[in-house]
């Protein structure tokens, strides 16, 4: 009968109190791709407004860009195309943290193959909405690629914060006249297009939601904005003031503030004002 040494039986008895050890073991595996040579390796990037949907073509979609940090070169650019997601497996379904989330239905995504002959530190920037550059943001993540690993699923995630807020009236260098009783109203939104209204995904209570009368750069009013489910639309009521006051007109603002998410963003246009209206000459 072979005996055993008494290391061999520290190395069997640790196999049976610890069997993470074997899985450990399993687990680390060499990749199979040749020692040398360019290997083609598939990045995903996915752009997502943050706490909300991806950025699909409803908003123009998301410009990535990769670059090499050691040699600034840019190794793949192009634009995020396609749908904004399923909105009840982003925002409703609870997820594990290695589940997919925006991979796991059709969403808007850039993939790109890179030629890679060592492992690349690159930077990863992604700017969008695209069509809505006033409310365009950019944002990057710097990482490291290994040749012959693919990034794919759910890919590279990029955040970008904010929300697109346009005012619809008054139009924009509209002429208002002074002293009239005008109503101020604004749509807003997520990044991705999602529409901000109470009790939604996107709850409008739980974000600050005003507007602005200014003066040059003097806000003279602050108007509390309210929800109208006609319109899908945020109102206010406001006072033009006399002509006599603002010869160069007003400014409208409207600002849209998250601060459990630092999601924000803000619409403003400007309008003369006019001679208020004289009352009609009596028969």
């Known amino acids: 009968m072979t005996r055993l040494s008494p290391v061999s039986l520290i190395l069997i008895l640790s196999l049976f109190q610890f069997p993470c050890l074997v899985t450990l073991a399993k687990s680390q595996t060499l990749p199979e791709i040749p020692l040398n040579g360019p290997q083609p390796t598939t990045v995903l990037v996915r752009v997502v407004a943050h706490g909300a949907m991806v950025l699909g073509r409803e908003v123009g979609g998301a410009r990535i860009t990769i670059t090499d940090v050691a040699t ?65 943001q950019r944002t990057s993540k710097t990482l490291l690629l290994i040749p012959g690993e693919d990034l794919t699923n759910d890919g590279i995630v990029l955040h970008l914060h904010g929300y697109l807020v346009h005012i619809e009236r008054p139009t924009p260098r509209e002429p208002l006249i002074a002293k009239d009783d ?102």
Do not use: C
């Open 182 to 283: 005008v109503k101020l109203r604004a749509a807003v939104r997520t990044l991705s297009g999602s529409l901000v209204r109470p009790h939604g995904d996107w709850d409008s209570r739980k974000i600050r939601i005003y507007g602005e009368v200014l003066i040059g750069d003097r806000i003279i009013e602050r108007l509390q904005m309210f929800y109208d489910e006609g319109s899908r639309t945020f109102e206010a009521p406001f006072f033009v003031p006399p002509s006599g006051d603002v010869p160069d007109g007003i400014t409208l603002r409207v600002i849209a503030a998250d601060l459990s998410t630092g999601n924000s963003g803000m619409d403003q246009a400007h309008y003369p004002v006019l001679s208020e209206r004289l009352p009609p000459l009596p028969d």
């Open 72 to 136: 600034g070169s840019i190794l793949a650019t192009g634009l995020q195309q396609g749908e904004a997601g399923d909105q009840n497996q982003i925002m409703r379904t609870p997820h594990m943290m290695e589940e997919p989330i925006y991979s796991s239905r059709p969403s808007a995504a850039f993939t790109t193959t890179l030629q890679l002959h060592k492992p690349t530190l690159v930077e990863i920037s992604a700017e969008g909405p695209l069509a809505y550059p006033a409310s365009s």
